[in-house]
Nanobody, 120 residues
Framework: VQVVESGGGLVQEGGSLRLSCTAS????????MGWFRQAPGKESEGVSC????????CYTDSVKGRFTISRDNAKRTLYLQMNSMKSEDTAMYYC??????????????WGQGTQVTVSS
């Protein structure tokens, strides 16, 4: 199984970025997916999740109304659209497959991460 994130970069406060994640070696359409992040000196945090069935989504409170998770099963790709970004969104963002909601320990497969930096 290979999970690969892309789309990170440097953005100013108030700006937008879209992260992408492709997953191969598993039945993408049949697994829940999630985004997690870890800022320097802080613990990992669950950001958003999406189920494999009807595409139910979840978000941590700090990103509600600003971030949108989506998936394209035909392309085996997960997305995270990040708008109205804040400096506190600066972190390494990780894509994960096969888990439940924002419980990181339940996810079996992880990408290497993509760095997001928001400048003030």
């Amino acid at each position: 199984v290979q999970v690969v994130e892309s789309g990170g970069g440097l953005v100013q406060e108030g700006g937008s970025l879209r992260l992408s994640c492709t997953a191969s070696g598993l039945s993408f359409a049949d697994v829940n997916m999630g985004w997690f992040r870890q800022a320097p000196g802080k613990e990992s945090e669950g950001v958003s999740c999406i189920t494999w069935t009807v595409g139910n989504t979840c978000y941590t409170d700090s990103v509600k109304g600003r971030f949108t998770i989506s998936r394209d099963n035909a392309k085996r790709t997960l997305y995270l659209q990040m708008n109205s970004m804040k400096s506190e969104d600066t972190a390494m963002y990780y894509c994960a497959a096969g888990g439940s909601e924002l419980a990181s320990k339940t996810y079996a497969y992880w990408g290497q991460g993509t760095q997001v930096t928001v400048s003030s």
